[in-house]
């Protein structure tokens, strides 16, 4: 079984900076693709980021341009650093992995996941 692992999360003010981690036990790491979904109070489950075994991450348009990250692998860990967040950032933050080269965004596609890591935005 796959353990999956965030951290990270908190209280932040409007504009402030968060970095999420994501460190799994999956092996070989750099088999897997990892992302980053988002569950707001009330809202459906949403794609953020992804970062797949090779190429470049992709984000979701609500969060491009603010959101970076990456995968180092020798550490078995994804960072997601979160930049100028807004209240509407405000979500727990789910962590997912799945072996092999995944081109969908969604959530359903992946098998493992990490028990979330609250993320709050004050205005």
């Known amino acids: 079984q796959v353990q999956v692992d965030e951290s990270g999360g908190g209280l932040v003010q409007v504009g402030g900076s968060l970095r999420l981690s994501c460190s799994t036990s999956?092996?070989?790491?750099?088999?897997?693709?990892v992302a980053w979904f988002r569950r707001a109070p009330g809202k459906e489950r949403e794609f953020v980021a992804i970062?797949?075994?090779?190429?470049?991450?992709e984000y979701a348009n609500s969060v491009k341009g603010r959101f970076t990250g990456s995968r180092d692998n020798a550490k078995y860990t994804v960072y997601l650093q979160m930049n100028s967040l807004t209240p509407e950032d405000t979500a727990v933050y789910y962590c997912?992995?799945?072996?092999?080269?995944?081109?969908?965004?969604?959530?359903?596609?992946?098998?493992?996941w990490g028990q979330g890591t609250q993320v709050t935005v004050s205005s």
């Open positions: 999956a092996r070989p790491f750099g088999d897997y693709t």
């Open positions: 997912a992995a799945d072996r092999g080269y995944v081109y969908s965004r969604a959530a359903a596609m992946y098998e493992y």
């Open positions: 970062f797949r075994p090779s190429g470049s991450p």
